[in-house]
């Protein structure tokens, strides 16, 4: 069967974000092996920014910023050659719903997710631009936060409506989704429907260290930097931090690490530890069965820790998380029983099996 899936690639064009990446390799990798030719609809959601411009070169010699500049684009250069030996894309590429309804993408059935698809109205990551006798389903679809305004449910509702399955990646989503009377099923993020040997990891040969992956960093209290800098000074680590998307500029240089999506999965598999504030981030310590503590976001993007929470719980892994009264020595030194979260695993994997079977897939 002839799969198109719509999830997040705007933020692989837009900013190097190896969870909108890895998300899509997986669910792709998981299709196949189902027997089906799966692509991902190129969208850029509105358009492109011009991070990678001419004129954010110079803006960023002028902020004496030109180190980070550099950093993105050899990441960005890296995405795209990563996307270019193991992706599957469609032959256009498309700005908005409305680019795509001129020339929709054949296929057989239609995906959004998983991600954050619904995280606002954009029309395309509700499918808009098929017909509604197209067979649409969501998969592991997220919408951000635990709740939405009454305004974007009746848009979205007679959206939904028409859906073959809708599966959301939160509980949040599935009170979402019952609130406009739409029946969903609980579905695990498709990182984890693959094991750890099926990605693609590169090898390396390097001193116990720390593996940090940070998003949303508003200044180093945040994430308890001095914390974690006499953490790893206690387990004579080295500390390895790949932050990104503007986070990567509040670190001292001499910690950052530019990586591949090859060699921040590499990062993961041969980390001592790993200290994270993202959801993919912890999606990966539990896919690499890493020691590991998971940092709550602040400020504005405090809403993100829902995605979090909601994984740990799935798990039975909640005591990862740092409290403000724990300490990450503390956190660390506490016992996972990596047989027990398998085997909630296998069984997560077993729903969404059920799930593509019930649609022929």
Sequence with gaps: MKVAVISSYAWIIRANNYGALLQYYAL??????RGHHVY?????????????STITYFKSLLKGELFYYKNAISCHEAFMNFVGRFLSLSESQYENNEDLSQNPPMADIYITGSDQVWGGVLKENYLRFVNDNSKKVSYAASFGTSSKPESQLRIIKPWLQVFRAISVREASGLDICKSMGIEA????????????????TMKLDLPDYIFCYFLNVKDLESIRWKELKDFAKSKNCELKICAVQ????????????????????????YAKFVVTNS???TAFSIVFKKNFVVILQQGNSKAQNTRMENILAMFDLKKRFIAPTDNIEKIMNGDI?????????????????????????
Excluded: A
């Excluded at 099923?185 to 693609?200: G, M, Q």
């Excluded at 999506?261 to 993961?268: A, D, K, V």
């Excluded at 029983?337 to 897939?361: A, G, H, M, P």
């Design 40 to 52: 991902w609809i190129r969208c850029l959601s509105g358009g492109r920014e011009l991070r990678y």
């Design 337 to 361: 029983d990596w047989n027990d979260v398998e085997l909630k695993i296998q069984e997560q994997r077993l729903r969404s099996d059920t799930y593509f079977r019930s649609l022929e897939l």
């Design 28 to 33: 792709q990798q998981y299709l196949r092996k």
């Design 279 to 281: 959801f993919h981030g």
């Design 185 to 200: 099923k609980l579905l695990i993020d498709p990182t984890l429907l693959l094991d750890r040997s099926e990605y693609p």
């Design 246 to 269: 503007g986070s990567e500029k509040f670190f001292p240089k001499e910690y950052l690490v530019n990586l591949s999506p090859e060699e921040w999965l590499g990062y993961y598999k």
